[in-house]
């Protein structure tokens, strides 16, 4: 660590002796990466326990000219916890309680660092549920979640994470504690990604556990195919909560990471739709008997989930899928881009096209519901000829996606690994809009520096690499 940055973190610990805050190395590289797997090295860690320390770790922090970097579990997709050199990380986990629970409105109040699964395992025995559910909703935070308004398999039928923020309490760069409504300033902060204020604590609305869930697996031939599929069987009167696509090369990676290739038997090239109905047993029954008449007219394979045992493997299949994957190659170039509906089955046809024009080992798979496809290129870092290709690839991708009317991201944010595209997806003056919220609610760029507006204006066109 710089001697100079040293100094002042050794004086905001003297200051803010009440905070647990560490600097030693192991902590550093603990903190240090996110699910990117990019690195950077803070000067601390600091863990407050209540909104008065996160106030005085800003104010101090602030006065000693040290940048600070809001963090839950760390599990961003696009580097947006990973911390600039010399900054001190602000982690949320020992802040994780419920703080009120209204059953009458359905509604909970709770700490920013309280892990989505957690929440889901307090609510359960009164019987709601809160719909936003990432497929790392074991281990990411609520806060997070907010941050980076998550989605998930859910989303189709109820929506991302800014539809059930009722009103966030913060911090603001200048150590100011406020609370609003999404009417309000807290709109800002949903997908803001630690770049606007820290966000304490969350009061959000939920929803009834449904009577009944019933979950498939359906397979057909082709890659985009599965996604033309959903579209009949929405046609025909299917209404599922969860549509997920998974393409025939992922499908399998996960499946012999299971163990449980019987279950997609040999279908070559098959693509997958990965969907749940809920509702009473007596429409779930219905919709099941649709979904059935509906692939045996058309020759579909269909996995049913018999009982909650087996609804559970097929959900450890959906969320294995990014575990999976590590066995492909070391490095995971993991791009999430989201298109319009009627764009996504030509989408994927075109995405396999332009990996393999540069020879490279692509899987997608998605939240197709909602528009959003996850496309990963399984590589390693240590060849340098296939990550350039890979970096082409990537700057194809995003060309072809925005001239398809669609979007950078469509839930894993901007952080530091979508930044240098920002200038395909935005004019100059959207940017300079962008940035003008950011100089409003960051004054002094002090919140998670190097991640989305960093440099956006003087770099004009934005970043290049
Ligand atoms: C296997 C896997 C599956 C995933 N599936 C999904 C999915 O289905 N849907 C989806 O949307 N994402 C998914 N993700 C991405 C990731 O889990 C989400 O972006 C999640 O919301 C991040 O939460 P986190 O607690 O890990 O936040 P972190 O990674 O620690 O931080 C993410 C961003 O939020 C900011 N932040 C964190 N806490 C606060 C706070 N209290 N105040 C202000 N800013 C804060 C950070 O500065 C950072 O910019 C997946 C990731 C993995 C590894």
Redesign the pocket.
């Given at each position: 660590m710089a001697d100079e940055s040293q100094k002042r973190i050794d004086e905001l610990k003297r200051r803010i002796r009440h905070v647990n805050l560490y600097t030693e190395y192991y902590y550093r590289i603990a903190y240090g990466y996110?699910?990117t797997g990019i690195k950077g090295l803070c000067a601390g860690v600091a863990f407050p326990e209540s909104q008065e320390d996160i106030v005085s770790i800003v104010l101090n922090a602030a006065s000693l000219g040290i940048p600070l970097?809001?963090?839950?579990?760390?599990?961003?997709?696009?580097g947006?916890?990973v911390p600039a050199d010399g900054s001190l990380v602000v982690s949320?986990e020992k802040m994780r309680r419920v703080l009120s629970f209204d059953r009458r409105i359905g509604e909970v109040e709770v700490e920013?660092?309280i892990?989505n699964g957690e929440l889901q395992n307090y609510l359960r025995p009164s019987g709601f549920f809160y719909p936003p559910?990432?497929?790392?909703y074991k281990?990411?935070?609520?806060?997070?979640?907010?941050?980076?308004?998550?989605?998930?398999?859910r989303a189709y039928k109820y929506g991302?994470t800014r539809r059930y923020v009722r009103s966030l309490k913060?911090i603001t760069s200048d150590g100011e504690y406020l609370e609003s409504g999404p009417g309000g300033p807290a709109a800002f902060?949903i997908g803001?990604?630690?770049?606007l204020?820290?966000?304490?604590s969350a009061r959000l609305a939920l929803f009834p556990i449904p009577k009944t869930r019933k979950t498939f697996l359906l397979g057909s031939s082709g890659d985009g195919n599965a996604i033309d599929i959903a579209s009949n069987l929405l046609h025909s009167g299917f209404s599922p909560s969860v549509l997920e696509f998974i393409d025939s090369k992922t499908m399998r990676c996960v499946a012999e990471h299971m163990d449980i290739l019987s279950i997609i038997e040999d279908r070559g090239n098959s693509s997958y739709l990965f969907l749940e109905v809920e509702g009473t047993e007596i429409e779930t029954t219905d919709q099941q008997r649709h979904l059935n008449d509906f692939c045996e007219r058309h020759g579909f394979l269909l996995t049913t989930a018999e009982g909650e045992e087996e609804r559970e493997i097929l959900w450890e299949l959906r969320?294995s899928i990014?575990?999976s994957l590590a066995k492909k190659g070391i490095t995971k170039v993991n791009e999430d881009i989201a298109l319009p509906l009627g764009k996504l089955a030509e989408a994927v046809v075109r995405i396999h096209e332009l990996a393999r024009d540069k020879n490279l080992d692509c899987y997608i798979f998605g939240?197709c519901g909602d528009g959003n496809l996850h496309v990963n290129i399984m590589t390693d870092r240590r060849k340098k000829l296939e990550m350039k290709r890979s970096g082409e690839f990537v700057r194809d991708l995003f060309s072809y996606v925005i001239a398809a009317g669609g979007t950078l991201s469509?839930?894993?944010?901007i952080?530091i690994t979508k930044r240098p595209f920002l200038n395909l997806a935005f004019s100059p003056e959207e940017l300079r809009l962008q940035e003008g919220i950011k100089n409003v609610m960051d004054p002094g760029a002090k919140l998670?520096p190097g991640?989305y507006f960093d440099k956006i204006v003087s770099a004009g066109r934005g970043w290049t690499s």
């Open positions: 996110d699910a970097v809001p963090r839950g579990a760390g599990t961003g997709f696009s947006g916890s949320t920013s660092g892990v559910d990432p497929a790392s281990v990411s935070t609520i806060g997070g979640n907010i941050a980076e308004n998550a989605g998930g398999p991302v913060w902060l803001s990604e630690g770049t204020g820290i966000i304490y969320r990014s575990p939240h469509g839930e894993h944010g952080g998670n991640k």
